[in-house]
């Protein structure tokens, strides 16, 4: 329980972190605040920060904000331990391998951007009536280290 309450007391420091750069300075001009966003891989599952970004929601909220792609997750975690990166989007995962390791100052999760993995099958020619029995045989090329192969 006590666990409970502090992820949340956690949570809320860090909304509350996050807001403080939205307001002003009490003299009329609003307080930009540069943050730099380390997204562990460009993909389609991102669509609505992207969005966000184009159409200058971040500035209108007084967030200059930096996209970087980290390209896995261990360098925007590293990212973000390293302090080149204030927030890091990647899988909750990483956090727990980076604790497990014995860091010092451990990050914390606060936000859920998906609720899948985000995987995609794409093959160069249409396969109106694929089935997975069609992989047999075949390579399938991976999106990171790890997985490259279908065995079937």
Same mark, same amino acid.
């Given at each position: 329980?006590? #666990? #409970?309450? @502090?992820?949340?007391?956690?949570?809320?420091?860090?909304? @509350?972190?996050?807001? !403080?750069?939205?307001?002003?300075?009490?003299?009329?001009?609003? #307080?930009?605040? #540069?943050?730099?966003?380390?997204?562990?891989?460009?993909?389609?599952?991102? !669509?609505?920060?992207?969005v966000a970004i184009e159409n200058g929601y971040f500035e209108q909220e007084g967030i200059d904000l930096e996209l970087v792609t980290g390209y896995g997750a261990d360098k925007t975690m590293a990212a973000v331990i390293s302090g080149d990166a204030q927030i890091g989007f990647m899988g909750a995962e990483a956090s727990v391998y980076a604790y497990l390791e014995g860091a010092n100052d451990p990050v914390v999760n606060f936000a859920q951007g998906t609720q899948r993995a985000g995987n995609f099958l794409v093959a160069r020619e249409e396969m109106p009536d694929f089935q997975w029995n069609d992989l047999k045989g075949k390579k399938v090329l991976g999106g990171r280290k790890g997985v490259g192969r279908l065995a079937m």
């Open positions: 329980m006590k #666990k #409970k309450l @502090a992820g949340i007391g956690l949570m809320i420091m860090a909304a @509350a972190f996050v807001l !403080a750069g939205c307001g002003n300075d009490g003299e009329g001009e609003e #307080k930009i605040q #540069k943050v730099t966003l380390n997204e562990v891989a460009h993909s389609i599952f991102y !669509a609505p920060q992207y």
